[in-house]
């Protein structure tokens, strides 16, 4: 794909004094590999810890100490690069990236530069309104994360802790194919899911497993590119967003006035909400990388590739048009239910042997509706699928109405037990005699002679005398019943 | 390929390495001597050939991924100045 080409929806363009303008944004998304320890040690690769107890001398460059790389976390960039349908190389190099920072005790950063593992690949990317777009991802490369500073301690002293020090990260670039800050957005929340399927990255954002540079750049609608900044480590898709649209206008506005942009790094201040220059990073951008001396060019058995490729889970996407298929569910209601692979199985739970549309509304409208405003996750749901199954059923049967159906529901949530069992003892089956629900049809009509001569001027206050039947059958009656014989019985159609 | 002063003095500031002005060109000059060298490799046709990345036939060394190393935050601190197990440096911040 022809990344220049592709030009912004006319409702992501951006007013400026001189016309329209259209955002262009490229992602590097750096995602921590999900492993017990570090790329190129044995010290835990764990969060959290006591400062500088997961540093092996390795992490902490002492002389003479050599890198060995980690499999699984080779394995896991594999699984990744499956996961994005990108290509697998079977020989990558390790380079370094020579910078000094405090918390990079090495002075250069291992990572891939020419012969990355992972070469070309593609995310698919839904949108607002059933639109999906294609990102392109151009690489994704195995490197070392950095240790962490903290400046808060001390008025002139910064603390370096080294635990993240040598941590596998998988850096994934995009090509610059997002035109605005929702597509970008949308583009890391998918990232994040597709990792979190293959287990390859917990996507914890707030614990720094997933962070991103954004690179920003506006042009006229259609032109060449413009000159890009660089927005580093945004750790938040929230920020991300507003770093986008911040730093758009800011180049809108320099360029408006006749200036021009300088390729530079810049920082996101979520507290001000606007981008500023990173001066000191200006020169750090010659890295000199060469060929790690200490590291073999790093070579894939074919056959363990295909049997990683074997071994994938089912990704969002295809099980996305799975439950379409098979469930006869909306896209919409799908991809609702395939966010996370647990609910995505706790509907299929449900969902066994039962009508898919009904018990998707049960498990998305009422389960996932209570678990969100109480905080709580499917793991931790006090309803079981085999609670919520067995609900279903007695919906489908036509033992229980929907009315009650949601009353049994709170049964469960807050007391637990069968559902049938709590239909039984507490005597909630519907009312399917019809003499019994004529009866009580009867009666409320024969008792507002007043509310039936208004009925008949005003056809709508139906509802009110089905409410009034339901009433005095404990609500137990089908409404719909209900409404079919009021109809009939006061002549209304 | 030939160093100038001016690349010295860029060399030496990535590098981290404090060179006094009045030794800017001598070092210049020493660079390039090496450099010229070096390029006598440039004469040799390596068409088709991939470059040597060993001497001896080896594979890559990989490791399992178990933790074996590490808890010993005493002695990573030890060489310098530190404080509740951190490391302490000028304050560094953007």
Redesign the interface.
Known sequence: MDSEKRIADKQDWIKGATGDWEIIIGLEVHAQVL???KLF????AEYGG???????????AMPGMLP???????EQAVRTGLGLKAQINEVSVFDRK?Y???DLPQGYQISQYKQPIVGEGVVSVDLEEGKSISIGVERLHLEQDAGK???D??????????NRSGCALMEIVSRPDMRSADEAKAYVTKLRQIMRYLGTCDGNMEQGSMRADVNVSVRKPGAPFGTRCEIKNVNSIRFMGQAIDYEARRQIGILEDGGKIDQETR?YDAKKGETRS?R?KE?AH?Y?YF?DPD?????LDPRRIAEIKASLPELPDEKRARFVASYGLSRYDAAVLVVEQSSAGFFEDVAQGRDGKLSANWVINELFGRLNKEGKSVETSPVSARQLGGLVDLISAGTINGKIAKDVFELLWTEGGEPAQIVETRGLVQVTDMAAIEKAVDEIISVNPDKVEAVKAKPSMLGWFVGQVMKTTGGKANPQTVSDLLKKKLAIT | MSVDDKTVRRVAKLARIKVEEKDVPRLAAELNVILAFVEQLNEVNVDGIAPLTSVVAAEMKKRKDVVTDGHYAKAIVANTQSEDQFFIVPRVVE
């Open positions: 492993a017990k320890s040690s044995g010290a835990s006591a400062p500088n107890d997961h540093v092996s001398f390795v992490d902490a060995v790389i980690n499999e699984f976390c080779v020579n000094f920072y405090p500073s903290l400046h301690q001390h008025p002139a002293m910064s603390y370096v802790d080294l920082l990173m000191s020169e010659d000199r060929p590291l073999l060019p790093l070579k």
